[in-house]
């Protein structure tokens, strides 16, 4: 992975096997990076806005309200404003994929679990 370095912190969660970084947080967006590696998981949550993924490499799987959604390389998801969601990666090889908000900085979305 490459890592862009714009004014962000990389973050890791040693539970689930993930991390990821914001390449642009300020008040009108929020777009970064995230990994999930093999086994790796992102918990259940919500938000008060929109976000949106576009998967760059590797597959997963996306519970996204009462659907499960299978993702794969060039896919883009949006994921409505207070649907509950979670990422998983069930494969062997890491799944890495873009995030935007249209609303920002990160510290001001709340997760909703």
């Known amino acids: 992975m490459t890592k862009l370095v714009l004014n962000n912190i990389l973050m890791k969660s040693k539970k689930s096997n993930v991390s990821w970084f914001n390449i642009c947080n300020d008040r009108k967006k929020v777009f970064g990076y995230c990994t999930v590696k093999p086994g790796g998981e992102l918990h259940k949550h919500k938000h ?31 994921i409505p404003k207070m649907t509950y969601h979670n990422t998983k990666n069930p494969y062997h090889k890491n799944l890495s994929f873009f995030y935007l908000f249209n609303k920002g900085p990160l510290e001001n979305i709340k997760y909703i679990s």
């Open 48 to 78: 008060k806005i929109h976000e949106y993924y576009y998967v760059v490499d590797g597959k997963g799987k996306l519970k996204l309200g009462n659907k499960d959604l299978s993702l794969k390389k060039n896919m883009f998801v949006k």
